[in-house]
């Protein structure tokens, strides 16, 4: 394998450490604390420095992270960049046991839109957050866990079963074929044993102090290098981790003096964004005025600051296939390596308009980033992101922006290696 330029150091760590939506919130705060961030309370008021540094996670699996300029007034505006922590994923159900025929298994549900086939025979592990009782009922303590191991499996049915599985594909149905299995019944695994028991010894505490779990199946590949001249990257979680990478670190290496710059991680993105951890809330308009109010002025004064900002929702695109050439818009495909991507649409799926891109256009030809255009092929919907629903609540210009790649959804995706530098760049040059 090559020397890894930096910007791909940065992304292999984050894949490796973001398991799940806790995990890569949990990554991202290292790397702000190390970068000499302070980390802030929502409940609690702030007192905000010019020059400052400041991270605040209102749930485990958001994060708000900011600078402020040591000349800045507030007047220039903000530039804001957003993406998600969270990805498609087969969840663990409550009362999870199910025994059948001497295997243990377990109950699970699906989370956003994973392509199903690509969770059966690889090596998957589960990680998540466990929570167990506190101080009192209304403070529940919680713990990060990851087994790092494969634990479970979901074997494929054999085609001798199921001849026309190469031609006609094998239908999944969700309740019946996602049933991962643990393990056969001995004297480790029986009757009464429960996924409850397993958490507590993985965590080395009491089986009666666990109160609930979020746990998810991932992939437990590593990030690699592929192709001849290892020009791309496999992986796992590239939808969206990519750009937390881009935006975390992009943010932490900034030095403006004269703006605010905002990094906002939002959970939820797969399946809708309307929670309390998404970006259709009230929070992010809630995280800017505290920082507005700081510094003596109003949610109007505040919200008239913020037109004359710039956001960025950086999110992954759909790269050209060369396999499948009909999908894709005539004359805006993307190629990997040949830049990141500008997203737009029309009906503003993709959050877009030309003086907002325009301006990220000519950033792009002034430092000398590669960029391509996407728009979607006219007789299909595609898909959507964050970008529209934050500049629904905030009134700030916005751009949809990602890396290019393929097999989307799946549990191991691929990018090209040249589009995530570029990308890397951009979110550097975006908040200087």
């Known amino acids: 394998m090559q020397n890894l330029p930096i910007e791909i150091s940065q992304l292999f760590e984050f894949l490796e450490n973001g398991t799940s939506a806790f995990h890569v919130t949990a990554h991202s705060k290292k790397?702000?604390?190390?970068?000499?961030?302070?980390?802030?309370?929502?409940?609690?008021?702030?007192?905000?420095?010019?020059?400052?540094?400041?991270?605040?996670?209102?749930?485990?699996?958001?994060?708000?992270?900011?600078?402020?300029?040591?000349?800045?007034?507030?007047?220039?505006?903000?530039?804001?960049?957003?993406?998600?922590?969270?990805?498609?994923?087969?969840?663990?159900?409550?009362?999870?046991?199910?025994?059948?025929?001497?295997?243990?298994?377990?109950?699970t549900e699906l989370y956003g839109g994973p392509i199903l086939s690509s969770f059966f025979d690889r090596s998957l592990s589960l990680a998540g957050k466990v929570v167990t009782r506190g101080p009192s009922y209304d403070r529940p303590v919680g713990h990060l866990i990851d087994f790092q191991r494969p634990v479970v499996c979901l074997p494929n049915l054999a085609i001798h079963m199921n001849r026309t599985a190469n031609e006609k594909g094998s239908p999944v149905d969700n309740q019946k074929h996602l049933l991962p299995i643990l393990g056969t019944l001995d004297d480790m695994l029986n009757k009464d044993s429960t996924l409850i028991k397993l958490l507590a010894e993985e965590l080395d505490v009491d089986a009666e102090e666990i109160l609930d779990y979020d746990l998810c199946l991932y992939n437990l590949d590593r990030p690699e290098l592929a192709g001849i001249t290892e020009e791309f990257i496999s992986a796992p979680r590239l939808d969206d981790i990519t750009s937390v990478c881009a935006l975390v670190h992009g943010l932490a290496e900034n030095h403006n003096r004269s703006r605010v710059n905002l990094v906002c991680l939002f959970d939820n993105e797969e399946i809708g964004s309307l929670s309390k951890q998404g970006a259709d809330s009230f929070l992010p308009a809630v995280i800017i005025g505290k920082i507005w109010q700081a510094f003596g002025k109003s949610m109007i004064d505040c919200m008239a600051d913020l037109s004359e900002g710039l956001m960025v929702s950086a999110d992954v695109a759909h790269a050209y296939h060369p396999n499948y050439p009909a999908v894709q818009d005539i004359t805006n495909y993307p190629v990997m390596n040949q830049?990141?991507?500008?997203?737009?649409?029309?009906?503003?799926?993709?959050?877009?308009d030309c003086e907002a891109l325009g301006a990220m256009i000519a950033l792009c030809e002034e430092k000398q980033i590669p960029y391509q255009r996407f728009a979607k092929h006219s007789n299909t919907k595609g898909g959507g992101t964050i970008a529209s629903i934050l500049s629904s609540h905030l009134p700030v210009k916005t751009v949809d922006t990602g890396a290019g790649i393929l097999a989307m959804h799946s549990s191991r995706e691929m990018m090209g290696i040249k589009d995530q530098i570029a990308l890397s760049r951009f979110a550097k040059a975006f908040f200087e």
């Open 31 to 107: 790397v702000l604390i190390e970068a000499g961030f302070s980390e802030l309370k929502l409940n609690a008021p702030w007192t905000l420095e010019r020059g400052g540094r400041y991270f605040c996670c209102p749930f485990d699996t958001t994060l708000y992270a900011f600078t402020i300029g040591e000349e800045c007034d507030l007047s220039n505006g903000i530039h804001i960049g957003g993406a998600h922590t969270d990805f498609p994923a087969i969840k663990v159900k409550p009362n999870p046991e199910i025994f059948t025929h001497g295997y243990m298994q377990l109950n």
């Open 339 to 352: 830049g990141f991507v500008f997203k737009s649409a029309s009906n503003q799926s993709y959050a877009w």
